[in-house]
Structure formats: C-alpha cells, structure tokens
C-alpha cells in the first residue's frame, strides 16, 4: 500500500510541482490550497503524514496543526520561510514531527518525508508492554504514558524520544545517539533539536521540570532515564 500524503500550500504552482514529484517517488498524493480544506480531507481521507505550509491566508498552518493534533496524531512536517528559535518552538508545543526551510531540495523533502514515515511505522523498541516510572505508567501496546489514570497527550515524536530513553536501560544516552534513533541520520548535527524535545518531554511528564526527576542531564554527554519497574 502506497503511503498517503496530504500537502497543503497555498501556492498553486509549488503545490503542482511537489504532487508531481511525490507521486512519481511512489506516494499517493491528497492536496489542498487551503486550511479548511486541508481539515475536511484530512477528516475523510486520514493521511499517513501531512506536509503543511504555514504561512497561508485564513486559517494558516499552526491553526492546522492545533486543530489536526485535537483528534489525530498524524505525522506532520511544517514547509516555513521562517527559521527562528520561537518559531521551530511554536511548531514543536503543538507537535509537529519536522520542519523543511523554504527554500528547500526535493532530494531533502524525499529524505524528511521518508524519516518521519519510518518513525510512524516502528513498533514499540522494548518487550516490556508496561513500565512504571515512579508515578507514571508507559504502555508501548497502545503507545500512552498516564499518570494517575488519565493520559498525557504525547506527540509521536516525543513518544517514541522515551521510547528510546526506555530501552537503554538506565544507560546515558548520547544526543547523537537519539538523534539518529528518534530523527534519522541526516539530523544528526543538530543537537539543539535533542535539547527542545527534552525540554518539551519534561514540561509533560516531570512533576518539577526545571528540577527533573525522570530525565537526567548527563552534562557534555547526553541524557538518561531513571530506570523503573515493569508493570
């Protein structure tokens, strides 16, 4: 089955020109010029990944974004002329997998697209179906982190970041080695992405982020993660 793509630009000849490309690599390939419009074929035709433009007329992509990320955790890449800190934070709080820079190569759209397709598709990287973390419960079947029953909403992205935390067992884990587990290796140089995702992580599931009890900082190295109790 051919991976269903969504992509949504308001600009009538670079949306042409990427179904054309997408399809010819082997997607089926949904478009829309618009965010309305984008939600309606989203709803009915339930994309495995959307490739979203942000700066649009109208509803624009971070409204998108909230709104997708309200019923579904749909992979999404933002396609943005900005490249700003508050920006790539703004798109991270809402949960958004990936930011492409216009201008961009098709060679390094094909590349994003593929990695964030390919973290969707992994299966739970542990044997362990549950495991309690002091107060919090992580179940890797339905893929849900709780803490005294109810869920924490966590973005496939941040998900499967403790997902790999998890698997190394108490072990400190270098940003390196989580950037090419968590986003491929061709992000492998930009450490600073490790460090708001972490951040993001820890403002969910750390009672104290600032003074984290979860995640620890294992300084000029990485990260580790408290070792819990199967469940």
Not at 55 to 81: C, F, K, N
Not at 109 to 137: C, M
Request: no cysteine; aromatic share 8%.
């Amino acid at each position: 089955m051919k991976p269903k793509l969504l992509v949504v630009d308001d600009d009538p000849t670079l949306l042409r020109f990427l179904r054309d490309y997408l399809q010819d690599e082997g997607y089926t390939v949904l478009t829309a010029t618009g965010g309305a419009e984008a939600l309606r074929v989203a709803y009915r035709e339930h994309p495995h990944l959307v490739l979203l433009d942000v700066m649009m007329p109208g509803m624009d992509g971070w409204q998108v974004t909230a709104r997708l990320r309200e019923l579904s955790d749909v992979p999404i890449i933002l396609l943005t002329a900005k490249n700003t800190e508050a920006d790539k934070l703004r798109g991270f709080r809402l949960g958004v997998d990936d930011y492409i820079t216009k201008p961009f190569s098709f060679a390094e759209l094909k590349a994003r697209i593929q990695a964030v397709l390919n973290r969707a598709r992994r299966s739970p990287a542990t044997e362990t179906p549950r495991l309690r973390l002091g107060e919090l419960e992580i179940d890797f079947d339905r893929r849900e982190v709780r803490r005294q029953q109810q869920i924490i909403p966590l973005t496939p992205t941040e998900f499967r970041l403790l997902e790999v935390l998890v698997r190394a067992q108490g072990r400190a884990v270098a940003e390196e080695e989580l950037l090419r587990e968590v986003w491929g290796t061709h992000r492998t140089e930009d450490t600073a992405l490790i460090r708001r995702y972490i951040w993001l992580l820890r403002k969910k599931i750390e009672p104290k982020p600032d003074t984290p009890r979860y995640i620890l900082t294992v300084r000029g190295y990485g990260y580790r993660l408290e070792e819990g109790e199967t469940a």
